[in-house]
Nanobody, 118 residues
Framework: QVQLVESGGGLVQAGGSLTLSCAASGSVIRFGVMGWYRQAVPGKQRELVATMTRGSTTNYADAVKGRFTVSRDNVKNTVYLQMNSLKPEDTAVYYC???????????WGQGTQVTVSS
């Protein structure tokens, strides 16, 4: 069983920065794509924020390009999200996501709240 545990969320003023971390524990597996999604409104579909492949290829949502940076440590099975120049519209629950190398199984964290005040 694989668990993803996020940390680093919180309340920050507009223009500020936060760093999210997501560490995998439990069964040791090799992850393929790891990344972050967010959900601004409960019940609304989660939207992609940023992902990184095992080979370090990144993909960002247009809304966060130039402000957010995704990185990962394959030895620690951890993925990070550095968020700079935060805006009120970045307020959401942020979820960590990781897929096995075959892409056949997805794992999700429990979510961490990020609130940006204006």
């Amino acid at each position: 069983q694989v668990q993803l545990v996020e940390s680093g969320g919180g309340l920050v003023q507009a223009g500020g920065s936060l760093t999210l971390s997501c560490a995998a524990s439990g069964s040791v597996i090799r992850f393929g794509v790891m990344g972050w999604y967010r959900q601004a409104v409960p019940g609304k579909q989660r939207e992609l924020v940023a992902t990184m492949t095992r080979g370090s290829t990144t993909n960002y949502a247009d809304a966060v390009k130039g402000r957010f940076t995704v990185s990962r440590d394959n030895v620690k099975n951890t993925v990070y999200l550095q968020m700079n120049s935060l805006k009120p519209e970045d307020t959401a629950v942020y979820y960590c996501n990781a897929a096995n190398v075959l892409g056949t199984t997805n794992y999700w964290g429990q979510g961490t709240q990020v609130t940006v005040s204006s």
